[in-house]
């Protein structure tokens, strides 16, 4: 036996995954309880004293607290549900691990051994269900039949989810196997192994930045730690860069460094877009260059971008799926950063003025017309104002974010950790579940999570597993204009006037916090605003609802219904 494995006497096989969860570092779990893995949850009572189970009110909640903590610790997410139903309802949270980029392990109980492939109570299978690939939901499916095995299978699931592009894994656990008794040993922690650029490469990205004379960084994707992006910093300080951050990844650069150019995503500024355009190179730093980041393949043309293109990502097979680049380097984000904060820095630089007209379009874009009778750019601005710096902010989906987005100045991740959680999948319901399980996790930070009135309804109960488990310094900020604003969005431009299936009936939410035993306030004036938030800071050891009724009228940061109707019509018209 290696002399790094730990010797372990008989004991369940479900005992045994709980104690190869501890000895990768996990202290807390997400979950819906099923009978399917009974063993592990007698596993988690065993060693309650090392390990918190946290019981949440519907699996896609769960999931998205997983993926949450993926993004929190920068170690896989996990998460427990029961077959069938249980692994349905936990497939969004996985795809938003999938497509963001986020380590997670998603365990699945399973029918028993002997009742497969007889569409058994319950029974899928999951191979088919999250199949591996590019464009499926997981990184890897595997399934245990041998207990004695179910420790290579932990640690497997570690190593993959952690690899080149981080992301997630399933893991599927027969009932009966979880029973049987086993003296497999609890295997070692698991620490990914990491690519670096080659000397070869760094010398032609060199030589390609000396060149240029408008250049641009992006900077996105998984994979991220505090000396890495602190190592970012110091590159683009030293070289003068500008630095964009990819669609809900504005936490990895701080958002008031002078080198700042604002986030390249949904509602991108007009002045950043024409300047990505504008751009002669390209620095990709670990995003994918999905469709939010590149304005639907537009700013950067794929195949083929107009710019030149440095494309740095985890993944080897990433690399090159969708565009051409002119350089492209396989390497952890940890590598590259280091690797970039080493690089000769010349004696001058061409592109001063440009990367600060960058910082001054972004700056200009902070400006915005008042608006009333509750001017949402004041409500993000009192937040950030208010809450403590390395407070967590947390969206899911919806015209809302925009505002957030757009006026939150969010600060780097090797300041005070991760301060965004927000799908880049686009998933609705991810706010709440992801400030729960931030409040839980990290109980001394604050948390805010703004959510549209669509949005929070969709996994709103888990406001339940916050009062249960004792959450703090935990605000959530309803939205509500009584529409699913984004599709509405899109209704008023494509059929102005013909709304169909976007009107919303909403509970009165500050009652329904109330319910759930938080505080709770509505509010539906500027000035009413502020003095809501203080009492909700002056109340930490209580979760607290701000309800914010605007008009229906209002869509985004930039615009609005009526506005969108008009134009709509007016092209129409001369047409």
Same mark, same amino acid.
């Given at each position: 036996?290696n ?8 004991r ?20 819906? %309880?099923?009978?399917s893995?009974l063993?592990?949850? $007698? ?19 769960a ?7 993926? &993004?929190l ?13 249980g ?30 492939? /007889? ?8 191979? #088919? ?10 990184k ?8 004695? +095995?179910?420790?290579e ?6 190593h993959? @989810?952690?690899?080149?592009? %981080?992301?997630?894994v399933? !893991? ?7 029973? &049987? ?27 390609r ?5 408008? %250049? ?17 910093q +110091? ?19 701080? *958002? ?24 002669d190179?390209i ?9 939010m ?42 590598? @590259?950063a ?19 007209? @960058?910082?001054a ?5 902070q ?7 509750l ?5 993000v601005?009192g937040l950030s ?13 919806? *015209? ?5 987005h757009?006026?939150h100045?969010?600060? @780097?991740?090797?300041?005070f950790g ?21 409040? !839980? ?10 959510a549209?009135?669509? $949005? ?12 249960g488990?004792?959450? &703090? /310094?935990?605000?959530?900020?309803v ?11 899109? #209704?008023?431009r494509e059929?102005?006037? /013909?709304?169909s ?6 509970p009165?939410?500050?009652a ?15 000035e009413?605003?502020e003095?809501?938030? +203080? ?13 914010l009724?605007?008009?229906? $009228?209002?869509?985004t940061?930039?615009t609005?219904?009526? &506005? ?8 129409? *018209? *001369?047409?």
């Open positions: 036996m002399s790094t494995q730990a010797t372990a006497g008989a369940l096989a479900g005992h045994a995954l709980v104690e190869a969860l501890i000895a990768q570092g996990v202290t807390d779990v997400f979950g819906v %309880p099923g009978e893995y063993a592990v949850l $007698d596993g988690f009572h065993e060693h309650r004293d090392s390990i918190r189970f946290i019981a949440c009110r519907q699996e896609g909640g999931a998205f607290m997983a993926e949450a903590q993926g &993004k610790t920068g170690r896989p997410g996990i998460c427990f549900v029961t077959r069938g139903p692994a349905t309802n936990a497939s969004i949270g996985l795809h938003t691990a999938f497509q963001d980029s986020t380590a997670m392990i998603l365990f699945i109980g399973q029918v028993a051994s002997d009742q497969r492939d /007889r569409e058994a109570f319950q029974e899928v299978d999951y191979r #088919q269900m999250f199949g591996p690939g590019t464009l499926g939901m997981a890897w499916v595997g399934e245990v039949q041998d207990a004695d +095995r179910l420790p299978y932990v640690a497997r699931a570690f993959t @989810a952690l690899q080149g592009r %981080p992301g997630p399933v !893991l599927v656990l027969p009932e009966d196997m979880l029973t &049987k008794a086993t003296q497999a040993p609890v295997l070692p922690l698991v620490r990914a192994a990491e690519a670096a650029p080659t000397p070869a490469a760094l010398a032609e990205l060199r030589e930045l000396l060149a240029a004379k408008k %250049p641009l960084v992006i900077v996105g994707g998984g994979g991220w730690t505090a000396d890495s992006t602190a190592a970012l +110091r590159f683009a300080e030293a070289w003068h860069l500008p630095v964009g951050c990819a669609f809900r990844f504005q936490d990895l650069f701080d *958002n008031s460094h002078a080198n700042y150019a604002g986030d390249v995503g949904i509602g991108i500024s007009p002045k950043l877009a024409a300047r990505v355009r504008e751009a190179l620095l990709a730093v670990g995003p994918r260059l999905g469709e980041t590149t304005g639907g393949y537009t700013l950067l043309q794929a195949p083929r971008p107009a710019q030149q293109l440095v494309h740095i990502h985890g993944g080897a097979e990433e690399l090159g799926r969708v565009y051409a680049a002119d350089l492209a380097i396989n390497a952890s984000m940890s590598c @590259a280091q690797a970039l904060a080493a690089l000769e820095v010349p004696t001058t630089v061409p592109w001063k003025e440009w990367t600060a007209a @960058a910082q379009d972004y700056q200009a874009n400006v915005a017309e008042p608006a009333s009778p001017d949402m750019a004041e409500v601005r104002t208010l809450l403590p710096e390395g407070t967590v902010f947390t969206n899911g989906a919806g *015209n809302y974010s925009g505002w957030l757009r006026f100045r969010y600060t @780097a991740l090797h300041r991760r301060t965004q959680l927000a799908p880049t999948s686009g998933a609705m319901g991810y706010g709440v579940p992801a400030a729960v399980a931030a409040a !839980l996790i990290q109980p001394d930070r604050w948390v805010v999570n703004i549209g009135d669509g $949005d929070f309804l969709m996994t709103g109960q888990e406001l339940a597993t916050a009062t488990y004792g959450a &703090k /310094r935990l605000i959530s900020v939205v509500d204009n009584g529409t699913y604003g984004t599709i509405r969005m899109h #209704q008023e059929y102005p006037g /013909r709304v299936g976007s009107d919303l009936f909403n009165d939410f500050a329904l916090a109330q319910a759930y035993g938080w505080r709770a306030a509505r509010i539906e004036r500027t009413d605003f003095p809501a938030l +203080r009492e909700a800071l002056a109340s930490p050891e209580r979760p607290t609802l701000l309800h009724r605007l008009d229906a $009228d209002v869509s940061s930039r609005t219904l009526s &506005k969108i109707r008009a134009a709509a019509l007016q092209s129409q *018209n *001369n047409a």
